[in-house]
Structure formats: C-alpha cells, structure tokens
T-cell receptor, first 117, second 115 residues
Framework: AQTVTQSQPEMSVQEAETVTLSCTYD???????LFWYKQPPSRQMILVIR??????QNATENRFSVNFQKAAKSFSLKISDSQLGDAAMYFC??????????????FGTGTLLAVQP | DGGITQSPKYLFRKEGQNVTLSCEQN?????MYWYRQDPGQGLRLIYY???????QKGDIAEGYSVSREKKESFPLTVTSAQKNPTAFYLC??????????????FGEGSRLTVL
C-alpha cells in the first residue's frame, strides 16, 4: 500500500524568506500524481500545486515550486518570498494513476507553517 | 458559483445518538469522498463513491454509513457505533476516472463534538 510521510510537524519562516517543506512517499507504481494542499485557519483545503510522475520537469505555480525526485520518492515544496498569508497546514498527497481502481488521495500528516513578520 | 457545501459547520451530539452530515456539490463531479481529520493524523478516508448508487469503504469505515442516491449528494451518518466520533469531517469531489488529473475539491468541513 502507498504511504506518504511528512517528517516536519512544524516549520517557521521569516516573511520574504524561502522555506522548503519535505515529503516522501512509498509506492510500487511507476505512474502517479502528487499534490500539495494548503489548509489555512479557515480549514478549507486548497490545492497549491500538482505534479505528474511521468513529467521530469518540476511543477511551479508563482511563488510555489516543487523538487520532485522520482528515484528517491521525494516531493518537497519550496515557498519563495513567504507572505503572512502562507501560514497554514500543508499536506502532501499521493494519487494512483488515472483509470485505477479509485481516485482517492492518500495524505501525509501535515506540516504546520508559521510565517514571522 | 460551483462548489461543495457541507452542513452543519458545527454539530454537538450526545453519546449514543446518530448524526448525519450533509455534503452537496454542483460541480457535476461523479466521485465524492468523506475524510476525517484528527490532529497529527492527517486526513483519513472514510467512504467514497464513484457513481450514483455505489460506494466503497475507505480505511476507517467502521461506525459510519453513507448513501449516494443523487449525483449531487453524499451524506455521511456517524452512528453510535463509532467509538471516537469527535473530529473534523471533510467532504470532497473529483472528476470521474480517466478525466483530468484527479485533484480533489473540498468543502469547508464540519466539526462534530460528542458531549
């Protein structure tokens, strides 16, 4: 069974600085999808970024980028120019390939990010 | 605006009572999910449904029940058999298999507290 591990329960970053959140996963599948979700204090889950395993190029979305290392099964999130609004719980998630038995996401335990002014 | 609506946002229950959490979506998604969130444990899948009138157990289905009579609706009942029901519950939906990249769209959640 697939598992997702986030080894940093809490992180802190100064406003305007860069922070990297770690995520590792375990799977025997060769094709899959990886996601980072943000959960602010409002508790609404928001998709931050998505990576397809068959793509070698790392995904980027404005100030958010990932470092996808398929062989190492690592999927870290880098937040550049951190803003106060980035303070939230961040979840890494894994999904089996399209056409699989289910579309369900498997989540890590989350990293709580604090942004210091 | 399209989205997922969960109700109620806050719910209090006495021990031994069943409660039902509502989840409605107008995104025309086929698949719907219920997750439970506890501190330090991330999100765990309770039940999911990929099509009307069909649903499957997730990782922690014991003490819960669901129905999927309409595409738009996927209510979750927390029964008295659930030993530790106090938690935050999230409903989600997604495009059907074979379409899009399968990201989940989430509601705002329901907080259930057992007194």
């Amino acid at each position: 069974a697939q598992t997702v591990t986030q080894s940093q329960p809490e992180m802190s970053v100064q406003e305007a600085e860069t922070v990297t959140l770690s995520c590792t996963y375990d799977t025997s599948e060769s094709d899959y999808y990886l996601f980072w979700y943000k959960q602010p204090p409002s508790r609404q889950m928001i998709l931050v970024i998505r990576q397809e395993a068959y793509k070698q190029q790392n995904a980027t979305e404005n100030r958010f980028s990932v470092n996808f290392q398929k062989a190492a099964k690592s999927f870290s999130l880098k937040i550049s120019d951190s803003q106060l609004g980035d303070a939230a719980m961040y979840f890494c998630a894994y999904r089996s390939p399209l056409g699989g038995a289910t579309n369900k996401l498997i989540f890590g335990t989350g990293t709580l990010l604090a942004v210091q002014p | 605006d399209g989205g997922i609506t969960q109700s109620p946002k806050y719910l209090f229950r006495k021990e031994g009572q069943n409660v039902t959490l509502s989840c409605e979506q107008n995104l025309n998604h086929d698949a719907m999910y219920w997750y439970r969130q506890d501190p330090g444990q991330g999100l765990r899948l309770i039940y999911y449904s990929q099509i009307v009138n069909d649903f499957q157990k997730g990782d922690i289905a014991e003490g819960y029940s669901v129905s999927r009579e309409k595409k738009e609706s996927f209510p979750l009942t927390v029964t008295s058999a659930q030993k530790n029901p106090t938690a935050f519950y999230l409903c989600a939906s997604s495009f059907p298999r074979g379409a899009n990249t399968g990201e989940l769209f989430f509601g705002e959640g329901s907080r259930l507290t057992v007194l």
